[in-house]
Each structure stands twice: as C-alpha cells, then as structure tokens.
C-alpha cells in the first residue's frame, strides 16, 4: 500500500518544524535545508516547483522523518503489519560499529571445554524443551494480528495525507469504497508536525482518525452513506450523536489495546453525560459503560442509536428500570420541540406544572394530540403566556 503527502503539508510541516528548532538554538538541519532550497531561486521560474517539492520530500520523509508518524499509526490500528525493528544502536548514535552476531552461532563468550556449551547433544539425555503456553498463544496472536492487517493492507489502493485548511478540515474519508480497490485520504493540520514536543498528541490524532478509516473499509462494519430523515437542524443532531457514539466506540478499542487516544474514557463520557444529561444519573452511567464495553458495532447499529433514544435505551437499560412515565419525560437538549419543531436546547419538561390552565388551553387548541409530558421549548411557553394574557 502507498503512503503519500501533498506538496502543500510537506512544505509547511517542514517550514514550521525547522523554524521551531531554529528557534531553540538548534541550527543544524535548518542550515542544511536552506544550504539546499536557497539556490532553488536561481532556477528558472518553471522549475522551481518541482525543485522544492523534492527537497520538501527529502526532509519530511528521510531526514525528519515526519512521515514515520503516520506509519506508526498506521501500523497500531493494524491498517498495515507492524515492521520489524532491532534494538541495536546505530553507528551515528554509539560511535562504535556494532557487532553482528549470528543467530545459529554460538555466543562468543560461550566455554568450549564446558559439556553444557558443547554442540553435540546425547539424543537419549536430551531434555525437550516444550515452549510456555504464554509465549504460544503471543505467537498465535501475533500471527492473526499481523493476518488482519495484511489482509486490510492489501484491500486499500493507498493512503493519502493533505494539509487541512482548518480544525474543522481535518479528519479522514474513504473515497471509492464501493471499488476494489479504496483510497484513504486524510487531512490534517501542518502545524501539528511543528513541535516534536507534542508528538504524542500528533500520533494519537492520527491513530483516532486512522481508526475511523478502518471501520469504513472494514466490510463487517458495513458502512454506507445512509439517507438521514428530518430538517436540516435534525439532521445536524442525529450526525453529532453518531459521531459522539462512534468516537466513544473508537475510544473504547484503543483502550482495550492499551493504545492511547486523543480523549480518555473520562472525557468521553463527559461529552456523553452532555448530549443526554437528560437521562437519569444512574442509567445514563449504565448506557456509557455498556456503549464503553461493547467489543462489536456496525455502522446501522450506531446510527440506529443516535437517532432513535428508545433503541438506545432498550440495549443497555432493563426493562422495568425506567416506568414509561419517566421515559416520557426525557427531553434530550437539541431534540425538536413538539410545538414549533426547531432544536430545543432549553426545555420545559412539565408545562402543566409551572403554568397556567389557560396556556395549557392555548396549547393543546393548536396542538389537539399534545400533552404536557411532551414537553416544550421556553420560547413557545412564552409565546402561549403571551397569547393566554398570563405572561
């Protein structure tokens, strides 16, 4: 599979990392690099394009190496095999040359005279050493863990990394996932690469959105563009549900991994206890760890939860745990007000308990089928004060 970056996020990303250093006293690269670019100027204008851009590439991949990132993320959501690193020390880090030792050669500081050390083995005292269970089953889940990600390796055309625009541009996106052959493509913000300092945070964006990536190729999760009903302010509130409950499902993997995630689990379900503060304490827990512990989703069940409450409830609260009453009167923030139908985010939960018989009156003539369990928005308790002669 292909890993590459546009022009425009290798350019920036080098230019602000080298100024960075630059900035902190540490010349070296920064030096090299415009001992490179500066003569680019003396070209003629039609090839200095092309000039830059190689030496961007060079920069960004070999000699600062700012796309090993994206690798590393790649290979912890098992989008591609994890490479094989050795622990040596390179020449440049320990000024010696390192020795190479064979594996079927004996160790140098082994004793010929010692039976113990001796190659030759009596085939009848040989003890056979059987390997640990453990290391087994490591060697077991190392092969199926390096299966899968072969397996999504080979089904992705390539992965494509663009400068985004803004935080609201960055993200990731699969284009032509219906085809044989999908194109991951993400963007992020250059400024990201600028500070070696915040290299967690960078890896753990990039593993986040890398995760979302997968999903989408991933034919179990079955994801598909899906026609959603409503406004465009229901539809705006479903979409931000969705994302809430595919992040925490996202979240909830890279945990069991032990692989860190831009939000903790904590966070996650600060986000949640907002979007649905209107659920009782105790259940509202139950609902975020049952979400939290769920090892499976597909994309029809995520969506099915973000829009409708009910489908929500019925799988992680008992039945009898909440009376039909008490479920009446969730009024989630952002849901459509009975009334006026636009997104509420400051309910009434009871009108008949804070208002007149008259505005309840007022109501229910416009509204014939309404109740005052159904609730309202503050903006149409006020306008039926109004109209009753009671605000």
Same mark, same amino acid.
């Given at each position: ?6 022009? #425009?996020?290798?350019e %920036?990303?080098? $230019?602000? @990392?080298?100024?960075h ?20 100027? %003396?070209?003629?204008?039609d ?6 851009e190689?030496?961007?590439?060079i =920069?960004?991949?070999?000699?600062l190496? &700012?796309?090993?990132?994206? &690798?590393?993320a ?11 690193? !050795?622990?040596?020390?390179?020449? +440049?880090?320990?000024? #010696?040359i390192?020795?190479?030792v ?7 500081? +082994?004793?010929a ?19 640990? !269970?453990?290391i087994?089953?490591?060697e077991?889940?190392e092969?199926?863990?390096y299966?899968?990600?072969r397996d999504f390796?080979?089904r992705?055309?390539?992965? !494509? ?5 803004? *935080?609201?541009?960055e ?8 085809s ?9 913000l250059?400024?990201?690469f600028?500070n070696p300092?915040e +290299? #967690?945070?960078l ?18 999760f079955?994801?598909?563009?899906? =026609?959603?009903?409503?406004n465009?302010s229901?539809?705006? /509130?479903?979409?931000?549900?969705f994302r ?11 945990e ?8 903790s *689990? ?9 979007? @649905?503060r ?13 979400l939290?512990?769920?090892e499976? =989703? !597909?994309?029809?069940?995520l &969506? ?12 992680y609260?008992?039945?009898?745990? /909440?009376?039909?009453?008490e479920?009446?009167y969730?009024h989630? #923030?952002?849901?459509p007000c009975?009334?006026?139908? =636009? ?23 416009d $509204? ?5 369990k159904?609730g309202a928005?503050?903006r149409?308790?006020e306008?039926?004060?109004l109209?009753?002669g009671?605000?």
């Amino acid at each position: 599979m292909k890993v590459s970056y546009s022009p #425009q996020l290798m350019e %920036e990303a080098v $230019f602000r @990392y080298l100024n960075h250093y630059e900035r902190s006293g540490f010349r070296a690269d920064y030096d090299e690099y415009h001992s490179l670019a500066d003569p680019i100027y %003396e070209l003629p204008e039609d090839d200095r394009e092309e000039a830059f851009e190689k030496v961007n590439r060079i =920069f960004f991949t070999e000699k600062l190496k &700012l796309g090993d990132h994206v &690798l590393r993320a790649l290979e912890a959501v098992g989008l591609i095999p994890k490479r094989r690193r !050795t622990a040596k020390k390179s020449i +440049a880090e320990t000024g #010696q040359i390192p020795e190479t030792v064979s594996e079927d050669s004996p160790s140098p500081e +082994a004793d010929a005279s010692n039976p113990q050390n001796s190659s030759e083995v009596d085939p009848q005292n040989a003890e056979i050493t059987e390997p640990s !269970t453990a290391i087994v089953e490591a060697e077991d889940d190392e092969k199926v863990a390096y299966d899968l990600a072969r397996d999504f390796e080979e089904r992705i055309q390539a992965v !494509t990394v663009k400068r985004a625009i803004n *935080k609201v541009d960055e993200g990731s996106n699969v284009l032509a996932r219906t085809s044989n052959k999908p194109l991951i493509e993400m963007r992020i913000l250059a400024s990201r690469f600028s500070n070696p300092e915040e +290299a #967690q945070e960078l890896d753990a964006f990039l593993i986040h959105e890398l995760m979302h990536a997968k999903d989408m190729v991933d034919p179990e999760f079955d994801y598909e563009d899906s =026609f959603i009903p409503g406004n465009p302010s229901v539809k705006n /509130l479903i979409t931000a549900r969705f994302r809430l409950l595919w992040n925490i499902y996202v979240d909830a993997r890279l945990e069991r991994m032990g692989v860190i995630s831009i939000l903790s *689990k904590q966070g996650r379900f600060r986000e949640f206890d907002n979007f @649905y503060r209107k659920i009782p304490e105790k259940q509202r827990k139950g609902i975020f760890e049952g979400l939290w512990r769920t090892e499976f =989703f !597909t994309h029809e069940e995520l &969506l099915s939860m973000a829009t409708d409450l009910d489908t929500l409830m019925s799988k992680y609260v008992d039945a009898g745990e /909440l009376a039909d009453e008490e479920r009446d009167y969730i009024h989630l #923030q952002g849901s459509p007000c009975p009334l006026c139908k =636009f997104p509420t985010y400051n309910w009434v939960d009871d009108p008949e308990s804070i208002c007149d018989e008259m505005v309840i009156e007022a109501i229910q003539i416009d $509204f014939p089928d309404w109740e005052s369990k159904d609730g309202a928005c503050d903006r149409c308790v006020e306008v039926y004060e109004l109209r009753a002669g009671v605000g």
